[in-house]
């Protein structure tokens, strides 16, 4: 069992940054935590994910070059800094956690059975 509880959300103009944190617990240790986003009337969309093991990194193509995924072992945490945003990053923005164990890095939300509540993330002027 995984538990997920994101904040950081909020809004921001765009070109500014923005950074998200997901606490999570339980058993964290060998699983994969990513983040998914959702657009009103729009699926919900790959963002990054994260290898809690070995620190390793998958980005989806609306994060390339933009956005950075990290974990914290430490704090438990994992943090998506968000640059150069772009009012069309506008959405919620969801913590998501692979069955513990799962290794491969999935970038479908089929692949990832707990989820945090979300958080708004708001690009405008």
């Known amino acids: 069992q995984v538990q997920l509880v994101e904040s950081g959300g909020g809004l921001v103009q765009p070109g500014g940054s923005l950074r998200l944190s997901c606490a999570a617990s339980?058993?964290?240790?060998?699983?994969?935590v990513g983040w998914f986003r959702q657009a009103p009337g729009k699926g919900r969309e790959f963002v990054a994910a994260?290898?809690?093991?070995?620190?390793?990194?998958w980005y989806g193509d609306v994060a390339k070059g933009r956005f950075t995924i990290a974990r914290d072992n430490a704090k438990g945490t994992v943090a998506l800094q968000m640059n150069s945003l772009k009012p069309e990053d506008t959405a919620v923005y969801y913590c998501?956690?692979?069955?513990?164990?799962?290794?491969?890095?999935?970038?479908?939300?089929?692949?990832?059975?707990?989820w945090g509540q979300g958080t708004q993330v708001t690009v405008s002027s």
């Open positions: 998501a956690s692979q069955t513990p164990g799962r290794d491969i890095i999935g970038t479908m939300s089929s692949e990832y059975n707990y």
């Open positions: 339980g058993r964290t240790f060998d699983s994969v």
């Open positions: 994260i290898r809690w093991s070995s620190d390793s990194a």
